[in-house]
């Protein structure tokens, strides 16, 4: 198997994970903070166990040195106010229309492969931002299944919300790479979950009540917010990994289609949406993810 191919199998395979980390949260039906301070112990100890596992099987080494420990921190907190943000949006608009808004972040994270970190000499540049921008169609499709006659009260905070989780997202890329560049992806992944866990703890205090609160849910509620936590650490290990095959500009652009499995999952498990009457729009949004993948691939492979 060529590393472009496994590249995008690990893209594709970050997409699933990132689209089913916030399901837990659809399941407890829990306030925002503790939900992602759980989620963030889940991280934690995810992250851990396979930085312990690399480590012991040589794929990872430790390093001594402190900045892109630090990176990491600052992309955990910059993430953990995104992801506030985020479950907040779902709150109030469905996790059917919060992920395509949140996943406009996508275009802007192919450019700043592209320019940035120069990958348009690796990567066809016309071809990768005209995949990504098929994404984010497809994105914008689906997010005009949204139910009509669902309720509408807060939707416009809402897509504030989602519009913030966006930009935070994007934010923290440039860090990431940075720090991933440095000591590898196994290692970057625990510091950024301390990260993580900063942000969310201070949510927890500041809220009113929050501490309280906290402490006053069944063990179930941790267990499946943790689980969460590890789901995400999967999908963000997994791109990273792509990302090292495939350059940022790809490997970020695919891990956005994970508003397809949000879409099948807000309209078939949390029926968010009713797929019948808007299978239309869904059809044509799953095209342009299509057509958007293909010419991702098509850019790398045209360069090679």
């Not at 892109?68 to 469905?94: D, E, M, N, Q």
């Not at 066809?124 to 499709?141: C, E, F, K, Q």
């Amino acid at each position: 198997m060529s590393i472009t191919i496994l590249g995008f199998a690990l893209g594709i395979l970050s997409a699933l994970f990132f689209g089913l980390y916030m399901v837990p949260q659809k399941l407890v039906k829990i306030d925002n903070s503790t939900f992602l301070l759980s989620m963030g112990f889940g991280v934690l100890f995810t992250s851990l166990l396979a930085y312990g596992l690399a480590l012991a099987l040589g794929l990872a080494h430790y390093h001594h040195q402190l900045v892109p420990k630090l990176y990491g921190v600052i992309c955990g907190t910059v993430w953990g106010l995104g992801t506030l943000s985020f479950a907040a949006s779902i709150g109030r608009i469905g996790m059917t229309l919060a992920t395509p808004i949140k996943n406009t972040t996508g275009i802007l994270g192919t450019l700043v492969g592209l320019i940035i970190f120069h990958e348009w000499q690796t990567t066809n540049p016309w071809l990768g931002v005209g995949g990504s921008l098929l994404i984010v169609v497809s994105a914008i499709l689906i997010s005009a299944t949204n139910d009509k006659n669902a309720p509408r009260r807060h939707s416009a905070i809402g897509v504030i919300y989602a519009l913030l989780a966006a930009c935070c997202y994007a934010s923290y890329l440039v860090p990431m790479k940075l720090a991933v560049k440095m000591v590898g992806y196994w290692e970057f992944t625990p510091w950024m979950a301390l990260g993580i866990l900063l942000t969310t703890t201070l949510a927890v205090v500041l809220r009113a009540d929050g501490r309280r609160d906290f402490v006053s849910y069944p063990w179930r509620v941790y267990g499946l917010s943790m689980l969460g936590g590890a789901s995400w650490t999967i999908a963000l290990i997994t791109m990273s990994a792509s990302m090292n095959m495939i350059d940022l500009s790809v490997a970020w652009a695919l891990a956005q289609l994970n508003t397809i499995p949000a879409v099948f999952l807000g309209s078939l498990v949390f029926h968010e949406i009713h797929f019948a009457t808007h299978r239309r729009l869904i059809y044509l949004g799953l095209l342009a993810a299509t057509i958007g993948t293909f010419l991702l691939g098509w850019a790398k492979q045209y360069q090679r």
